[in-house]
């Protein structure tokens, strides 16, 4: 996130007004074990970044992460506003196997 974050930096120092961010921007994206920990909650360190720079830099930031909720999980893509609000989407089909989460087949 540090290195997302760093990017969100840059981008407005260069004048940009939005700012988004890869899908998955918290973790990577493979068939690897290590996904079976990389969800977030839904209102974490990752949402938190995403407004705070949203809100200092008065522009709009967006990035998808594997959030989890209610025992599940999804990608899901969080806007950002300026003003300290924001708009979230998550994708109707589960991309990959972001919504495994370790079950048995």
């Known amino acids: 996130m540090a290195r997302a974050a760093a990017l969100v930096e840059e981008a407005f120092s260069r004048g940009s007004q ?4 890869p899908e998955f921007f918290t973790s990577m994206v493979a068939f690897h074990p290590a996904l079976l920990t990389a969800s977030l909650p ?10 705070r720079q949203a809100k200092k830099h ?12 209610a025992g599940d999980r999804y990608n899901t893509f969080i806007l950002a506003y300026p003003e300290g609000g924001y708009a979230l989407h998550d994708k109707d089909q589960p991309t990959m196997w972001e919504n ?5 087949a």
């Not at 839904?42 to 407004?51: I, K, N, S, T, Y």
């Not at 008065?58 to 909720?69: K, L, M, Q, T």
């Open 42 to 51: 839904l209102e974490g360190p990752a949402m938190e970044m995403l407004c």
């Open 18 to 21: 939005w700012v988004i961010l």
């Open 100 to 104: 495994w989460g370790g079950r048995s």
């Open 58 to 69: 008065g522009g709009y930031v967006g990035g998808s992460f594997i959030a989890s909720r």
